[in-house]
């Protein structure tokens, strides 16, 4: 099984600070990545993938970057609503797996 | 507007037995993968089992292997996950997830959540 681990698990910050997430993955798994935003009590909703592939629904101060066995999800200038924990999640094989999560909370 | 909403969810013994259900609408079902994720209390998302938009294939996590057994019906819009042998560490709230219909390896969409308490 291909492990995904993520750094940090916590990151205190303010609004407007660039905030960087890492997620290291066990094996090469080329670009099939995904990251999930999830706030307390909701369902995860679908950030972006194959690392620049941002949603619709996404501001574009979120991006990624990656590929092989190191990937990064980079909010730029991090706002009120974008407080949550952020999961990457592998799509290269089966089990899909995911990292350990990253709480981004308030400074 | 895609909607995905689980039920069948509750309290259950230590070696029992529950069916989760997953209501899908506003997109063409029978054409996308489906899948269950499961998220213990306070924990991080775990990955649990993927159907094909036919049936067939199937893959399960190794924790539920044997004991869960995902199905689907197109014909009513649905997903189901039969959970037997449940055991206490499977305790969790269960999302239902679509498969992203440019890959299937991707969540696109999720259910609001269900739990599923094992517990005596």
């Known amino acids: 099984d291909i492990q995904m681990t993520q750094s940090p698990s916590s990151v205190s910050a303010s609004v407007g600070d660039r905030v960087t997430i890492t997620c290291r993955a066990s094996q090469g798994i080329s670009s099939w990545l995904a990251w999930y935003q999830q706030k307390p009590g909701k369902a995860p909703k679908f950030l972006l993938f194959?690392?620049?592939n941002l949603q619709t629904w996404a501001p574009s101060r979120f991006s990624g970057s990656g590929s092989g066995t190191e990937f990064t999800l980079t909010i730029s200038s991090l706002q009120p609503g974008d407080f949550a924990t952020y999961y990457c999640q592998q799509a290269n094989s089966f089990p899909l797996t995911f990292g350990g999560g990253t709480k981004v909370e308030i400074k | 507007e895609v909607q995905l909403v689980e039920s069948g969810g509750g309290l259950v013994q230590p070696g029992g037995s529950l069916k989760l259900s997953c209501a899908a609408s506003g997109f063409m079902f029978s054409s996308y993968e489906m899948n269950w994720v499961r998220q213990a209390p306070g924990k991080g998302l775990e990955w649990v089992s993927y159907i094909s938009s036919s049936g067939s294939p199937i893959y399960y996590a190794d924790s539920v292997k044997v004991r869960f057994t995902i199905s689907r019906d197109n014909a009513k819009n649905s997903l189901y996950l039969q959970m037997n042998s449940l055991r206490p560490e499977d305790t969790a709230v269960y999302y239902c997830?679509?498969?992203?219909?440019?890959?299937?390896?991707?969540?696109?969409?999720w259910g609001q959540g269900i739990l599923v308490t094992v517990s005596s």
């Open positions: 194959a690392a620049p």
């Open positions: 997830a679509r498969s992203s219909g440019s890959y299937w390896g991707y969540f696109d969409y």
